[in-house]
């Protein structure tokens, strides 16, 4: 009795399946999967090239070679970007190579747009945290009035999120040395050496703050 209705089970699936083959219902699914994620599949092929350039930028041996390949970085972040606004890291890419090119500004609105509730989701917590770090370093580079205290909160949320931890600790020191607060730099200092006791930065820091 079960052997009979198994066998009629296994009959019946067969059909349904031979069904979909004679329609090409596989094949449609699988290509209407394809074209809706193309997209997504071609900003991943521009951003991983793009990454690739900005490499190779950072490491050129001439200013003008390592401004023409972040340019090409740029293009291919851009072109990632047209084709997925949503993921993050494309536009983390831009902020990138405008930053290598000396656009801190542009860099900055490309970090916030990556942290943005649009595209924050498409990160990891350590990407989250490493965004946020940047950001916090283009604040303090920029020097602009009232961009500490931001600066601040984006590190007191990275060093939450990343590994690394000893670098947004450093980073927390500027930031509390620039407003004058002795004694929490020292601290941040402190814990910079903790997570990273070759840091120098931090060390002739604190040398510098108990001298």
Avoid: W
Wanted: contains cysteine; proline residues 3%; charged residues 30%.
């Amino acid at each position: 009795m079960v052997t009979d209705i198994l066998i009629q089970v296994g009959l019946g699936l067969i059909t349904v399946f031979m069904f979909l083959i004679m329609h090409g219902i596989p094949q449609k699914v699988l290509t209407k999967f394809r074209f809706r994620n193309r997209p997504q599949f071609q900003a991943k092929r521009h951003f991983v090239i793009g990454a690739q350039l900005l490499a190779r930028a950072r490491s050129a041996p001439s200013r003008s070679a390592s401004n023409s390949l972040s340019k090409e970085a740029l293009a291919e972040a851009e072109k990632a970007i047209a084709l997925d606004p949503k993921d993050a890291a494309a536009h983390i890419l831009k902020a990138l190579a405008l930053d290598l090119q000396g656009f801190k500004t542009s860099a900055l609105d490309s970090l916030d747009v990556a942290l943005s509730p649009l595209a924050i989701k498409s990160l990891s917590d350590q990407e989250h945290g490493d965004a946020l770090f940047k950001r916090a370093e283009l604040k303090m580079a920029m020097s602009r009035r009232g961009q500490v205290d931001s600066a601040l909160a984006d590190l007191t949320q990275a060093v939450e999120l990343v590994e690394d931890r000893g670098k947004v600790f450093r980073l927390l020191g500027e930031c509390y040395e620039e407003k004058k607060m002795k004694d929490e730099a020292v601290k941040a200092y402190e814990d910079a050496l903790a997570a990273e006791p070759t840091l120098v930065a931090a060390r002739e820091a604190l040398d510098r703050l108990r001298s």
